[in-house]
DNA sequence: TAAAAACATCGAAATATTTAAATATATCTA
DNA sequence: TAGATATATTTAAATATTTCGATGTTTTTA
């Protein structure tokens, strides 16, 4: 992961309510609707589509098209490398 | 850490100069001293403070002054609880 | 003590982000 | 096929962030 992809990550990290959207996936077996979104967090429509696509543009999210309706996976493996990032911060000498 | 802290340590890490600071400690035995920032990053004084500012702000830096001079040491533990919440985005079921 | 050095704060301009109303598109169902 | 449902896009307003010049504070040094 470059530092580009590291920053993008970052600001979508950055905001409450797309903290709030990823935290739904710690008690899900695996995928969240676009729907069930729209049922926890109180902002308009457009609003949410605007964050889960910043998610998606982040590459945290993979989105994938179920009819009329979306369904999203988290990206493990984007997470690990994050986190990776964030580990060579630390001194190693 | 809680959500709120989660995203401020997001915002503090969204921002390319910000990010290049904290690579500097990756050769570095321990501290970063503010002038060596002014060296490496094509910034006026005022916007290095700021960066400086937002790192501290949101605990991943601590700063300890010597005479007038200020040196920064990386809060590591700080960033193992931002991990720690990462990780819990991750299904566990 | 006067000047220099290191850093912070204020104010303002440029830019980016968040939000929602209005509207568009795609798909499903009756 | 008409209407309903799910999601996206456009536009605009409100707010936040980034940046720097000017200036202030503190500490060192000549």
Do not use: W
């Amino acid at each position: 992961m470059d530092a580009k992809q590291f920053e993008k990550i970052s600001r979508a990290l950055s905001d409450p309510h797309r903290i709030e959207i990823l935290q739904a996936f710690k008690n899900r077996k695996d995928c969240l609707q676009c729907t069930e979104v729209h049922d926890f967090i109180d902002l308009a429509q457009p609003s949410i589509s605007h964050h889960l696509k910043q998610l998606v543009d982040a590459d945290l999210l993979l989105p994938e098209k179920e009819g009329r309706n979306l369904k999203y996976r988290l990206n493990e493996p984007v997470l690990d490398n994050y986190i990776h990032f964030i580990q060579g911060f630390k001194t190693n000498l």
